[in-house]
């Protein structure tokens, strides 16, 4: 038996397993060694940049029983052309000599300087000596050391207002001789809460058939019946889309301003899978599939609910309280925008949950505390969607006992409660169950809201504190909904109102919506009051350099529109940015400035979103064990290098891309891709050959650290490369590191 083995020097396991017509086996094991008697192993990187400084190592193995005298010669070309690059790159004695007894190895090496404009590199080591020979060739490819590196400024407005930005880079880019522009891109979104309506065919098509996401089908075509009908101009409007870029996912526009494509990432099937939702807006706001579908989902509806009113979570499930409340809330919500549909009878559930609430006073009452009873998440929820309903199924009086203890503890412990959507939902009920004691409560209820809350230009007005949580009582969008609605009913505060909107805005710019009730709920405070934020077609008036370049049309809707500049038209003045908005609402955008420069003159992004910070460790073993200690001078061949990213993110995002650059004379230690969970956040590791890469799916505002290490393998000079982060939803959001050089004794 003979076969051809690879070419490795290896030592090989064999099994051979034997049978004939009379089920008799045979079975043979065995182990050989595929070795040449004179054996040239080259040890080259992954690649090279240019301006790097690489010993490049060959071993020569002597496998034969006797010494072995001869040369060993190493020799490059240009792959393309074929033209020999040894004097380009230095590499003027391309021969050694070597005498190596049996059984032994030598490692030899070869000093090149990769000089700019290099391209790919072919290799060629050779050994011979009288009798024997061997030999391997292989490619490298090279990497400029002129990067291309993408600086953004995030524009942003809070109307009607002008607003002045300076893109300090790009003003004093005249400074750099090796500075090469590329492109300048502005992009002006002038009424993005036109986000959120693209956002409601997610609602339609959500799979699961749980009773709270086909309650949201439903309360998503009532909503499109109501905004189509409100304004033509709004229907004209979905007419426009049709074909166009505007209903494209995020993550798949600005391909040419994302440091990584989207088919690369994990997220493709994200991004086909909003388009896809996006384009079936003329679907939606079909008015044959509307009557259709509202009649179609109202009967599920009915068919779910049980005997005694309750909707389970899922069909033939047990009743859920929650999910009850939710669906009344949501009908409610719809009556109170004047949306006009053919409510099902809600009398069954209704006073099922009064049931619940009176059984649940009166248990509590009976215990011999029961004046220091705080109300509950759901005792809030009961008293806010209650509300909606009083003047149709008022609460009878021979129950009002058990109401006014709730509303009695409401007013006298919402502080306690300790969730600001309960205390919101509380004010509102306060201030819907009416009295004069109600009515004050709910009035210093908003007060205290108002005073715990943050505002800023760019944010609107937000509570810190309203983090993502497992509650359903905690949820952020979820929460800020409710505020919007506390401030203008109770407050009749307008200001207030366009602030919490702007945050509620400006969260669809780094993020998806990703669940049915979030989404639900923006859409419902969005339409509520406040500013007409749907009928406004007023563009975002933008000047560079003190040149006026407002289109005179833009994208229907949205009033989104892009000025690009060529690279010959780029000067340090453009840098000079003023925003203006005549009417009310958001606007945001973005200047994107692409650049290449030398590697080892990129200096990190400062005062952004995203704040990238790369340092370098060397790890080394002590008598007290491994430690870290800063790279500060020459390393040695064989160190452990761990890199340490430091990244700082002042609002949440979601598909967000870190990618670190490596040193063409590092290996990485960890070489398996897989996703990792630390520190409270989950992410994607991609070990690549430049590069390693970090998917994020989301990640909360807050600091993070990631780490892995690198082995280094080869001597000379060479730089580390620097990182890079992006929100791939809004790429105006990004940062990046500097570079660091690297001396490997």
């Known amino acids: 038996m003979t076969f051809t083995m690879p070419e490795a020097l290896t030592r090989w396991h064999f099994m051979a397993l034997a049978h004939d017509t009379s089920l008799r086996t045979g079975f043979v094991e065995a182990h050989a060694v595929t070795a040449k008697d004179l054996m040239i192993q080259p040890n080259p990187p992954r690649f090279l940049r240019e301006d790097d400084t690489i010993e490049f190592p060959v071993k020569v193995s002597n496998q034969s029983d006797s010494r072995q005298t001869g040369t060993v010669r190493l020799t490059f070309n240009y792959a393309a052309g074929d033209k020999s690059a040894d004097a380009d790159l230095g590499n003027s004695a391309t021969e050694q000599s070597f005498d190596i007894p049996a059984r032994e190895s030598r490692a030899f090496s070869w000093q090149i300087h990769v000089p700019d404009g290099c391209g790919f590199l072919a290799y060629k080591a050779v050994g011979a000596t009288d009798k024997l020979s061997d030999g391997e060739e292989g490619a490298i490819p090279v990497l400029s050391r002129r990067v291309l590196v993408t600086e953004s400024l995030p524009l942003w407005i809070t109307g009607p207002a002008t607003n002045h930005f300076r893109f300090d880079k790009l003003l004093n880019s005249g400074a750099s001789p090796t500075l090469q522009n590329e492109s300048l891109t502005l992009q002006i979104v002038s009424n993005p809460a036109w986000y959120a309506i693209m956002a409601l065919p997610y609602l339609m098509e959500f799979p699961h058939e749980c009773s709270e996401q086909t309650f949201d089908r439903f309360y998503a075509n009532a909503l499109a019946r109501h905004i189509a009908g409100s304004d033509p101009k709004i229907r004209r409007i979905f007419d426009l889309w049709g074909n166009t870029p505007a209903l494209d996912s995020p993550l798949e526009k600005n391909q040419d301003l994302k440091s990584v494509m989207i088919e690369e990432t994990p997220w493709l099937r994200d991004a086909q899978n909003e388009s896809q939702a996006r384009r079936n807006i003329a679907i939606l706001f079909d008015g044959n599939r509307l009557d259709y579908e509202s009649a179609s989902v109202l009967q599920k509806l009915a068919d779910i609910r049980l005997a005694d009113g309750r909707w389970p979570w899922f069909p033939g499930g047990p009743g859920d309280d929650f999910i009850t409340l939710y669906i009344l809330t949501g009908f409610g919500r719809l009556r109170h925008l004047g949306v006009d549909v053919a409510l099902p009878d809600l009398s069954r559930s209704i006073f099922r949950m009064d049931q619940w609430a009176f059984e649940n006073c009166e248990r509590i009452q009976k215990t011999p505390h029961h004046d220091d009873y705080v109300p509950t998440p759901l005792d809030a929820m009961y008293l806010y969607c209650r ?69 800023s230009d760019e944010m609107g007005m937000y509570w810190a504190e309203a983090e993502p949580s497992w509650w359903w009582y905690r949820a952020p969008i979820e929460t800020q909904t409710l505020m919007i609605e506390a401030f203008d009913e109770i407050m009749n505060d307008r200001a207030s109102v366009d602030a919490c909107q702007s945050w509620l805005v400006k969260q669809k710019q780094t993020q998806n919506w990703k669940t049915t009730k979030a989404t639900s709920d923006a859409v419902y405070a969005l339409l509520l009051r406040g500013s007409n934020l749907l009928s406004s077609d007023g563009l975002a008036q933008t000047s560079l350099g003190g040149v006026d370049i407002t289109p005179a049309a833009a994208e229907a809707g949205t009033g989104f529109y892009e000025h690009r500049f060529a690279a010959s038209e780029i000067k340090p003045a453009l840098g000079g940015v003023t925003v203006t908005k005549t009417n009310a609402g958001v606007a945001w955008g973005g200047l994107h400035w692409q650049y290449l420069e030398d590697i080892a003159k990129i200096t990190p992004a400062e005062d952004a979103p995203l704040k990238l910070k790369k340092t370098l460790w060397v790890k080394l073993n002590t008598a007290r064990g491994q430690v870290l200690k800063p790279v500060n001078g020459p390393l040695r061949v064989g160190d452990e290098l761990v890199v340490r990213l430091e990244l700082r993110a002042d609002r949440d995002m979601e598909y967000v891309h870190l990618k670190d650059q490596r040193a063409s004379g590092a290996e990485p230690v960890n070489v398996l891709s897989q996703y990792k969970y630390q520190d409270g956040l989950g992410y994607y590791e991609s070990t690549r050959d430049t590069a390693s890469h970090f998917f994020i799916d989301c990640l909360p505002k807050g600091t993070y650290v990631f780490e892995y290490s690198v082995r280094l393998q080869l001597r000379g000079k060479y730089q580390s490369g620097p990182a890079e982060i992006q929100c791939m939803y809004a790429p105006e959001f990004n940062s990046h590191s500097e570079s660091f050089p690297l001396i490997v004794e």
């Open 387 to 455: 509300a909606f309903f009083l003047k149709d199924l008022p609460i009878a009086a021979s129950r009002r006992n058990e109401i006014d203890f709730l509303l009695r503890q409401s007013r006298k412990f919402w502080l306690k409660t300790g969730c600001l959507q309960s205390q919101t939902q509380i004010a509102l009920a306060l201030q819907r169950w009416g009295g004069a004691e109600n009515r004050s409560a709910a009035d210093a209820i908003m007060k205290s809201l108002k005073e715990r809350s943050s505002s």
